[in-house]
């Protein structure tokens, strides 16, 4: 599949259920009804009844409903496609907040191989604004190599999706906070994302969207954000160090005047870049003096799909 200098796919080519059905050559679905038409009520139910150390893909299909509750894809069960009926139709709810990141996930995908497709994860704890550190409410725990979610959302106030570990792929996703809402140390890239911002009511405290955690300069994880949009209420920083070497970009990406003109918090050799954004948050005026803006052979490494080795993985490139 062909791809521009600075884009991931033929933007011609429509990224659909169907179409990673094919790919993948899946042939077998699992139906999840929370009204008893399928074969499971439960998500997790459906995910429980796939064998331990599974090696073909296998659909479950979560159809229509709000599902409240907690979901585990345990290491021991790969190749599971998770499809639901779009963002705004499936969506798999829980409300738990904690000082243990982990302990608070909504949904959690610990094994490698994944792929989820229009469904929310929404963790609703707590409630309103985030006001304290101690109410992380992890809506997604993402814990593994080679995951993928494609025109999904993530819900929650404090800590949304903990992108921990593992080689990963956004793509025409939702994700909405107020506080490091987009963290962990994921080699990860998010293409043609919205990102809203709720406000943060500490007056002299403004929240980050991103909180990279990167810890030496030889790891190769990062957070790229490739035509993506970012919006809401009040205002945020693009993000803040988690690690020393944390690394975040923001490229060809609509930031409004929610981001604050600073644009970034500071640490230890950061690598926090810009490249071509636009509109009233991308203005240089006021920028922080360590933050960078790329040029095209600067960002060209990573606006690629080979990033995060995505010609080998995503079923998109096969």
Not at 58 to 80: D, F, L, M, S
Not at 83 to 102: F, P
Not at 221 to 250: E, H, M
Not at 264 to 282: D, F, M
């Amino acid at each position: 599949m062909p791809c521009s200098a600075f884009g991931f796919i033929n933007e011609k080519e429509v990224i659909d259920a169907p179409l990673l059905t094919q790919k993948l050559g899946i042939n077998r679905t699992i139906k999840v009804d929370i009204n008893g038409n399928g074969d499971f009520k439960s998500v997790q139910a459906a995910i429980d009844s796939i064998p331990e150390g599974n090696s073909n893909w296998v659909i479950v299909h979560v159809r229509k409903g709000v599902y409240r509750e907690r979901v585990h894809i345990p290491k021991t069960k790969r190749y599971i496609f998770m499809r639901g009926n779009g963002k705004g139709r499936t969506a798999i709810v829980w409300s738990q907040s904690s000082s243990d990141n982990i302990d608070s996930a909504t949904f959690k995908v610990e094994a490698r191989d994944f792929i989820a497709f229009g469904i929310s994860f929404k963790n609703e704890a707590p409630t309103g604004i985030a006001y304290t550190s101690q109410n992380q409410s992890v809506a997604a725990f993402v814990a593994a190599d080679k995951i993928a979610f494609y025109h999904c959302a993530f819900f929650s106030t404090h800590n949304t999706l903990f992108d921990y570990k593992g080689r990963h792929y956004y793509e025409s996703c939702y994700i909405q906070g107020s506080i490091d809402f987009i963290f962990g140390r994921g080699r990860s890239i998010f293409e043609g994302c919205e990102i809203f911002v709720i406000d943060d009511k500490r007056v002299t405290i403004h929240g980050s969207i991103t909180a990279q955690n990167r810890e030496s300069e030889r790891e190769i994880s990062g957070f790229i954000f490739n035509k993506c949009r970012v919006y809401g209420i009040g205002g945020v920083y693009l993000g803040r160090a988690k690690g020393p070497y944390s690394r975040t970009i923001f490229a060809h990406s609509y930031l409004s005047k929610t981001v604050v003109p600073e644009g970034w918090t500071n640490w230890r050799n950061l690598y926090h870049a810009e490249y071509k954004c636009y509109g009233p948050g991308a203005t240089r005026e006021g920028r922080a003096s360590w933050s960078r803006q790329l040029s095209d052979q600067e960002v060209a490494s990573f606006l690629s799909v080979d990033y995060i080795d995505g010609k080998n993985w995503l079923p998109a490139w096969h």
